[in-house]
């Protein structure tokens, strides 16, 4: 393939791709998991939470369980009595992080007050360089390459497609 025509091919599918998704899924306390005495804050210190990502908080069956809690003082009072949502069950649990801003999650059976809690600060979902904001020239450039690539993709398929007929064993 012509070096040219290969980067009108990289263009054009860059810029119909659907954008890559970035999530991530962070393993709260990593291999220590969702447990007391695991200081979650310094854990928490050293990712960088976007929305989309997701938190599976991974846990001993029938022990624990993660209760989200509505802010910063019922977070740091271990307090789940207005809990947000509560899940116990199994030996783990998803949450996606589907907003910006901070998200409290603790444990109400007592291992709260032994360091059981989680506070995130989730940040504006990551986009991927493809799809950054482009300034009205770069825009103009990749709609022209992309009708440039159009015409040549088609010719490639015809191409193609000729070479697949003349290739059949049997006749079509
Ligand atoms: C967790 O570690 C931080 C330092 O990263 C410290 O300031 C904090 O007091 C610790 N929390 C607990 C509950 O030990
Ligand atoms: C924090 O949430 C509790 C319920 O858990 C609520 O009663 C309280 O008013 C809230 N406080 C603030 C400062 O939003
Ligand atoms: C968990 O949620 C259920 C309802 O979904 C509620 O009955 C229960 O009291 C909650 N538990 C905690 C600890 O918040
Ligand atoms: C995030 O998810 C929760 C739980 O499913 C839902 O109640 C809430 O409306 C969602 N927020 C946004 C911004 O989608």
């Not at 509505?70 to 809990?83: G, I, L, R």
């Not at 589907?98 to 989680?118: E, Q």
């Amino acid at each position: 393939m012509a070096p040219a025509a290969a980067l009108l091919l990289v263009t054009l599918l860059f810029a119909v791709a659907p954008a890559p998704s970035l999530a991530k899924v962070f393993r709260v306390g990593d291999k220590q998991g969702w447990a007391p005495k695991v200081n979650y804050t310094t854990w928490a210190e050293q990712q960088q939470f976007h929305v989309g990502d997701w938190l599976n908080f991974v846990y001993q069956k029938d022990m624990y369980d993660m209760v989200q809690v509505q802010n910063e003082t019922a977070y740091a009072a271990c307090d789940a009595s207005a809990s947000i949502f509560n899940y116990s069950r199994g030996t783990n649990y998803a949450f996606e992080l589907n907003r910006t801003g901070r998200f409290y999650f603790i444990c109400s059976r007592g291992y709260c007050f032994d360091g059981m809690k989680v506070s995130v600060l989730v940040h504006p979902a990551a986009l991927p360089p493809a799809v950054a904001p482009e300034s009205h020239k770069s825009r103009a450039f990749s709609s022209r390459a992309r009708a440039e690539a159009g015409a040549w993709l088609a010719a490639l398929a015809a191409s193609l497609g000729a070479a697949v007929l003349v290739s059949l064993p049997f006749p079509v």
